[in-house]
């Protein structure tokens, strides 16, 4: 029986989640560690530890892929601290006496090659894919390859000689098939609209947005995940995929809901008791959602008031559970789950009967040997 | 939840006024919210009589797949029910209303709620390390393994199509094939009432009896497959027993009509009552192939003529059937024929016994000689399997210090061990194993004799557990009998055990195995207290194979285990074998296996000379090692003057005194003497120097020369003082020659490839 296993970490507005795949292979979507080793009520997991744990058990140091969705804080956050960085020695040598993670590949939108204005984390990993692209090796990138043909001509290539590490919106990446690796990924962002006149128009806010089909025993399970994408790109990618006639790309049994809850990720307007998506979203979720659907919210505890213009926003929540419920299925905040007072990380499996959240609870003495007993004495 | 849910037992009360601990651990639990998937909804009593059940109502959320086999929800709505008296497991209801029918389920008079059945074992035995607390997980892995059709599991036997009932009823376990042939009566009784039931023995009653209401006529039906675990209820009258046929596409009142229609109109059999047998064949999925067959009965109150006039067969006038023209059946009154529904258990007969004893039937015929302590408890053994259709020798009678340690009880005593072990065997499981026996003794059976003959002629194997030297030789050599001959014994001190076993083929004999048991002794130091007696330990007999007075039952108990499966094991395979177990102060078991050599047997003159080929590979060896020179040593041995044989079993190499030259070899005598009085007393005198052995070079084949006679000369001389035979042996480069009685009576033995 094939199973896949999908987490996501608990680390309040941000996002980390592994793939392990059922033939080994481990994917990392996005990498945040968040937590504040210096406050002791931060209920956010620590990252770096969790998944070395992980990779200790299963004695290995890499991940074949790492994506990063896009360059924002709470999607890189301590990656230089954490991967083996090519492009500097500076990031080879141990951190606390660790070795560092290797990423066997990374997947970047174009915008982390040709982005400028970069000065800190963000601008070592935009350091890392440019030296991987320039010598052609451990690296995709997702955009129409002529958006990267200026940055490649000053580097003294041409978009043919690394059109192969290049990935356009609306293919499946190369190489990763469900029947075979047990997964594929559609790209449905970054991507370019033709204009009235014919030319294209690249879009800015393209972060990485995939679509993947795992395969169990022959039974397929879809995840959507949606990064930070807003609501208009989110419009356009289900309309054009509707005119392509790409229906099942849309198909969701899991959607890791874009940008932790925010309205903007459903429509312009943030509603009183719920946020109103825009026609082609309110396809995407009332239409294309399967039974038994999980809708994964990557964020802090739903608010009961406005007070925090942040996300996660009550109103799309709202919306985001109503169409869970629709489906019997549920809507699950990482941060909430299984409770707010001890969030833990969120497991699915995906095997040939599709997808199921792993609902362990380790009873007291269970517990109590998977942590340090407290300090015994006899007084001072 | 909006789904439509069923109320708990009992009205609702505050969680503080509940007084079963194991109600209030749960409540506790729930209450504080300590399990993230489970909440408290509340808690609810009721009062029968002078009963308190207290009951907790929680929702679970279960781990459920996008893709289920049954319809059980993300989160379910669940009742624990405690008993009063902490005796049972608490009845756990899921409480939604359109809950499905599941594997695993209890039966209850009514079919909702539905009750879940959680756990396999006993309360008895659960209830050490059950906790409130634990229930809470039980149920959300029941109901997440049972949504993914994973609670049960695929190598698990299929469960019963009907719960519920208590009561037991073992059938004769041929009844099937026997119903097929015409009514067959039976005499149901109740032999016992236990806590949890009535059980009833069913027996095959010849012809009709007289009186009413002693006896039960079966009849049979066999339903189309039936899925598991879908019929969650009892049928109460024949109506019921239809409905259920009809579900899995079948007619039972019809097939009954047509049986009940050929059966003879006699008074007794419509006054019997009629014990319904049906068998349902069952699959464990839809189209999947049949995998297990549930036998239900269901016994009628009334009487076969009142059931065949409902049936529209007859019209009852005065007790007496009246033909009828196109009766039909009378389905308005099929709920006047209710049913009393057991749950059957079949006679063990020799083929279930087996399959429990995860062995295959063997009908192998078997002649067991000695049924003292190891005999019969090495037969008991084996009759719990079903395993042979026996016959028993001994001459013995039980008597009072038998019991010790026999597999019989004092009560039989006086009574001949063949009898009483005759008795006891049939009775194991109910088919008799046991076809003959001889109170006889086989060394000395007089009149008997053609009675043994008879029986060993007709064994296919011949099993020793006489502790007697002499009878297993005799059974060794007894030519009349093809059977392949085992023996199995104890050593004096009852530390262990041997099992001889020959091929199939009897082409290694036991007496040779025996002999090669004694050369393992002498060579293994495993075995170097083999023969040693227990200090204060009392012999009262004389043979090696004497078991002291002092040994514990449980020491014959484990070695009749050993034995009787190593037995079983030999008899399967066809070479033969040679076992020993030994066990230590602490009773843990060492396990020999000691290579069986190929036996080698020439008539010379009036002799008959046995060894083996383990013996004369160590012949040759030693001739290898001493080339160019010539070497020699003593040979071991015994003699059976009776039947005039010379057993060779092992060799004593020349003595360090020694002279080897490559013309001659003077054997010495150096240690000589205490090496032959060892192997007496590790053997407990079961090997003796019986002659000489010497070595020619390469190239002088093995006549003998004039040094060689003389030595004959001079071993004949030593042997006649002591009224045994000279032997003597050459060993060459290709043959081995052996002289026996006379220096002109000799044979060769060809020593084939070197090991």
Not at chain 1, 281 to 291: Q, S, T
Not at chain 2, 31 to 56: H, K, L, S
Not at chain 2, 652 to 681: M, N, Q, W, Y
């Amino acid at each position: 029986m094939a199973t896949h296993r999908l987490s996501f970490f608990p680390l309040g507005n941000a996002d980390c989640c592994r793939i392990d795949l059922d033939n080994g292979d481990q994917i990392l979507i996005d990498y945040a560690a968040m937590r504040d080793p210096a406050c002791k009520d931060d209920l956010r997991i620590d990252l770096p530890s969790e998944l070395r744990k992980d990779l200790d058990s299963c004695k290995r140091d890499s991940y074949k892929v790492v994506m990063f969705t896009h360059l924002d804080d709470d999607h890189i956050r301590g990656t230089s601290n954490f991967f083996y960085l090519r492009h500097a020695q500076k990031y080879q040598g141990q951190v606390d006496g660790k070795s560092r993670i290797k990423m066997d590949e990374m997947w970047v939108p174009a915008a982390v090659i040709t982005e400028e204005g970069c000065t800190e984390e963000d601008r070592i990993i935009r350091q890392e894919a440019r030296y991987r692209l320039k010598e052609g090796t451990g690296i995709r990138v997702f955009s129409r390859p002529e958006e990267l043909k200026n940055w490649l001509e000053g580097e003294g290539l041409s978009v043919a000689d690394r059109r192969s590490l290049i990935t356009d919106a609306g293919q499946l990446v190369p190489g990763w098939l469900a029947e075979i690796q047990g997964v594929e990924f559609f790209v449905h962002s970054p991507f370019a609209c033709r204009t009235d006149d014919g030319s294209y128009v690249e879009r800015n806010d393209g972060c990485l947005v995939l679509h993947a089909t795992f395969s169990a025993d022959g039974t397929k399970t879809r995840v959507f995940f949606g990064a930070d994408i807003r609501q208009e790109p989110l419009s356009e990618i289900v309309r054009i995929t509707r005119s392509k006639n790409r229906e099942e790309r849309l198909e969701s049994d899991i959607v890791k809901i874009p940008h932790h809850s925010s309205y903007l990720s459903l429509g312009p307007d943030k509603g009183t008791t719920k946020t109103k998506p825009t026609e082609d979203i309110a396809y995407f979720y009332e239409k294309k959602l399967l039974w038994r659907a999980t809708l994964i919210s990557t964020s802090k505890p739903i608010p009961t008031n406005d007070d925090d213009p942040q996300p996660p926003h009550r109103q799309a929540a709202n919306y985001y559970r109503e169409q869970a419920d629709a489906q019997g299925g549920t809507y699950i905040v990482t941060m909430e789950n299984p409770k707010a007072s001890s969030p833990e990380t969120l497991v699915i499996e995906i095997t040939g009967s599709k997808a199921k959240q792993k609902k362990s609870y380790s009873a007291g003495l269970v517990s109590a040997v998977s942590q340090p007993a407290p300090r015994a004495g006899n007084g001072d | 939840m909006t789904d439509a849910l069923f109320a708990a037992p009992g009205e609702s009360v505050a969680v503080d006024t509940l007084v079963g601990a194991h109600a209030q651990g749960l409540a506790r639990h729930l209450v504080r919210q300590i399990n993230p998937y489970a909440r408290f909804v509340e808690a609810r009593v009721a009062v029968e009589g002078a009963d308190r059940i207290e009951t907790i109502v929680f929702d679970v959320d279960v781990e459920l797949s996008q893709i289920t086999k049954f319809d059980i929800h993300p989160t379910e709505r669940i009742s624990v029910s405690f008993p009063p008296k902490n005796d049972a497991w608490p009845e756990v209801l899921a409480l939604r209303q359109n809950f499905p029918v599941v594997p695993h389920l209890y039966l209850r008079p009514v079919e909702f709620p539905r009750s879940l059945c959680l756990y396999e074992e006993a309360y008895s035995e659960g209830q050490l390390r059950w906790t409130a607390v634990s229930i809470v997980e039980r149920i959300r892995t029941w109901l997440s393994e049972t949504a993914q059709g994973a609670l049960h599991k695929d190598d698990q036997p299929l469960e019963p199509l009907f719960l519920g009932t208590r009561d037991t009823i073992v059938l004769p376990a041929d009844i099937y094939a026997k119903t097929a042939l015409g009514p067959t009566q039976l005499l149901i009784a109740r032999v016992d009432r236990k806590p949890w039931g009535e059980i009833y023995i069913a027996r095959y009653l010849a012809g009709g009896v007289q009186g009413q209401g002693a006896a039960f006529v079966a009849a049979t039906y066999f339903c189309p497959p039936v899925l598991h675990g879908v019929m969650n209820w009892t049928p109460q009258t024949l109506s019921d027993l239809q409905s259920a046929s009809i579900a899995a596409r079948g007619d039972l009142v019809t097939s009954l009509r047509d049986q009940l229609s050929n059966w003879p109109r006699e008074s007794w059999l419509l006054a019997c009552h009629l014990a319904l047998i049906v068998f349902f064949p069952k699959a464990r999925e839809v189209g999947h192939t049949v995998e297990a067959l549930e036998t239900r009965v269901f016994v009628t109150n009334p009487t076969v003529g009142e059931i065949g006039e409902i049936l529209g067969i007859w019209q009852l006038n005065n007790g007496v059937p009246g033909h009828v023209i196109g009766g039909t059946i009378d389905h308005e009154r099929l709920d006047h024929i209710t049913l009393v529904p057991l749950n059957p258990t079949f006679a063990l007969d020799r083929q279930r016994a087996a399959s429990i004893n995860g062995s295959a039937v063997d009908l192998r015929r078997i002649s067991a000689v000695g049924m003292g302590a190891l005999g019969s408890q090495i037969a008991n053994l084996l009759a719990r399997s079903g395993y042979g259709k026996w016959s028993l020798v001994d001459s013995d009678v039980l008597l009072p210090h038998n019991f010790a340690r026999h597999a019989l009880v004092h009560s039989l005593v006086g009574m001949s061990k063949v009898d009483a072990m005759k008795m006891h065997l049939d009775m194991i499981i109910a088919e008799p194993i046991v076809e003959g026996v001889v109170f006889a003794d086989v060394l000395n059976a007089g009149e008997k004799e053609d009675d043994i003959r008879r029986v060993l002629e007709a064994a296919d194997a011949i099993l020793d557990f006489s502790a007697s030297v002499p009878v297993a030789r005799k059974l060794a050599l007894e030519t009349f009998a093809q059977g392949r001959r085992a023996s199995v014994f104890m050593n004096p001190s009852g530390s262990s055990s041997i099992l001889l076993c020959e091929d199939a083929q009897r082409l290694t004999r036991l007496d040779s195995l025996e002999m090669q048991y004694y050369r393992a002794i002498l060579s293994r130091t495993e075995l170097g207290n083999h023969f040693a007696v227990v200090p204060r330990s009392i012999r009262y007999g004389t043979s090696c194979r004497d078991v002291s007075n002092t040994l514990p039952a449980h020491r014959v108990a484990l070695h009749a285990a050993l034995t009787s499966a190593a037995i079983k094991k030999a008899l399967s395979s066809d070479g033969a074998c040679i076992r020993v177990w030994i066990a230590d102060e602490e009773d843990a078991v060492q396990a020999l296996q000691i290579p069986p050599e190929d036996m080698i047997e020439r008539q010379i003159g009036d002799w008959k000379l046995v060894t083996d080929r383990g013996l004369l590979n160590k012949l040759k060896l030693l001739r290898l090692t001493g080339l160019p020179a010539e070497t020699g040593g003593v040979l071991l041995g015994t003699w059976d003057l009776t039947s005039r044989i010379v057993y060779i079993a092992d060799t004593i190499p020349a003595p360090p005194d020694s002279k080897k030259r490559v013309t001659s070899f003077i054997r010495g005598c150096e240690g000589l003497l205490d090496k032959v009085a060892h192997a007496g007393r590790a053997t407990s005198g079961m090997l003796q120097y019986v002659g000489e052995w010497h070595s020619h070079p390469n190239g002088f084949g093995t006549g003998p020369s004039g040094d060689d006679r003389k030595v004959f000369e001079w071993i004949t001389e030593k042997a006649t003082e002591d009224g045994y035979q000279p032997v003597m042996a050459i060993v060459g480069e290709l043959e081995a020659r052996w002289f026996v009685e006379s220096i002109s009576s000799q044979q060769n033995v060809d020593l084939g490839e070197a090991k």
